[in-house]
């Protein structure tokens, strides 16, 4: 019981800390359409243009990163746990690891290329802003990614913690025979 009331208030901890990272993600995204409104006013179209994707595609490569590297860790987490008789299903598992490496080094290629893509927008980007807007972007753009990445953690946390919850309140329920 202490253990689940442990479990409970870090659960709490870890609801308000994600209402805190969500106040600042509206806030990071509301810098965002700043940044983005000043340089639609200064920028060629086509400049402008090129600023949107990189943003857009800034979001999905550091998503699909995450989501390769997190079905990687549960697939070897898998493996590792697997049962030495279970042939069949460790053949299929390893294919899938093998599969997921290959997709993520693939995801880190497209990573590599956002990031001479970044530099190529923020060399634009510094021929329009004046010091202070330039300093915006780059906040902006730096907090995006760091701001998913720390959205994914707290959501996994979250979850491992109502997981952990449900399986003690589960064999409470079950008696003290069962432990």
Partial sequence: IQLIESIGRKLSVLQEAQRGLLEDITANSALGEEVETNLKAVCKSNEFEK???F???LDKVVNLLLSLSGRL???ENALNSIDSEANQEKLVLIE???QLTGQLADAKELKEHMERREKLVFGMVSRYLPQ???QDYQHFVKMKSA???EQRELEEKIKLGEEQLKCLRESLLLGPSNF
Avoid: P, T
């Fill in 51 to 53: 600023y949107r994707l």
């Fill in 55 to 57: 943003i857009g595609d």
């Fill in 73 to 75: 860790a549960r697939v």
């Fill in 96 to 98: 899938k690891k093998q």
């Fill in 132 to 134: 202070d807007q330039l």
């Fill in 147 to 149: 701001l998913i990445i």
